[in-house]
């Protein structure tokens, strides 16, 4: 049997329905609301976050980097959240009073940092946000030497207010803010240390004194191609003379280069074993000494046949520097291909002997020095 309802009544079935709902979300609405009254009452209102990195770089290089607002802006963790991000500065960069102003997108919003003062080993800022809301706090960054290292601190102090700090209960501000550091931070420590370390070709290149060095090995004049013969027929019957003679070696094996002719595909080289100190002939082995002077070093990982590349590093930053090398340049083979098979981790010591370049009495240089 099918009972006819009128169809106010469908109607007014609804509208019960739909009052019943809005009820229950004002109350949950209104239930969130005293949640969050109540929380705020007893959340913290304070939040402190730091993060520290060591940096191998001058105190100087480091400090230019968090003092000058333009140089934070290359390196900020917040950069590259709006490429198309809106930065200004005013006053004297570096200087108490300078600003830096940014307006983007929602990840970044709008606000103000203000240099506030500036100390020997700290640069303090206020920090204002404009969006998505408007709040204002204290930031700093510390710098402490620690052996040859700077070690940098950033830090954050955060004031919410009510009713706001309760809903900080439900995120964690340390971890949230304190991400941001740690990547800001890296993108420091990158910038100071390449700064500090400039590459040339990729290498990082040191220089330092060298004390005087003895080699024990075989020198010949060889086509280049014939090197790995040459290797592989010398350095056997050196560690068998080394044995023979009781004696150890200081160091891996190594090449002494005095000549590479590209045009002649020709090589003047030594394969030696290097020893600490100054011996009589070894049998049918020559003894080089290479005199203390200054050294270039580079740190060379992969197969040697594509070596050459850290070669011509050594020779554009001699060229650079106005220095000329001392023949021979040494490689030493730190790693043994015969126990490592990952050719990405045999690792060559490339070092050059430099000197002053040369400089003739003609050069127009020298000429507008007596003038």
Known sequence: MFINLPNHFFFVLKACICM????????????????????????????????????????D??????????????????GTLDPNMNVTFSGEDGAVGAVYAWDGNEDVGAGRQTIKAITQDRVDLEIQFLK?????????????????????????????????????????VNAGVGKDFERGLNNLKKVCEDIAHPKYRGYEIVEAPSEVQYFVGIRRLIKQS???????????????????????????????????????HMADIAAALPIASRVEKIDTFSVFTIPASSSLKIDYFGKYDTIGSAHLAMEDYMRLKELDMIPPCIEQYITDPATEPDTSKWHTKLTYFVKPKAVSIADPAVLKKKK
């Open 20 to 59: 019943k709902i809005l009820k229950i979300l004002l109350y949950c609405t209104g239930a969130l609301v005293a949640l969050v009254v109540v929380l705020g009452l007893f959340a913290r209102h304070d939040y402190h976050v730091e993060r520290s990195l060591e940096i191998d770089a001058p105190f």
């Open 226 to 264: 014939d090197l790995d013969a040459f290797y592989t027929e010398v350095f056997p019957k050196l560690f068998a003379a080394f044995e023979k003679n009781k004696l150890t070696a200081s160091g891996p094996t190594c090449s002494l280069t005095f000549v590479w002719d590209d045009s002649t």
């Open 132 to 172: 998505p809301w408007e709040s204002k706090t204290q930031s700093f960054f510390k710098l402490e030497p620690v052996g040859s290292k700077i070690k940098v601190s950033w830090g954050f102090d955060l004031h919410i207010g009510f009713p706001w700090n309760g809903l900080a209960m439900f995120t964690d």
């Open 61 to 78: 290089v480091v400090k230019n980097q968090v003092q000058y607002l333009k140089n934070f802006a290359k390196w900020s963790p917040w």
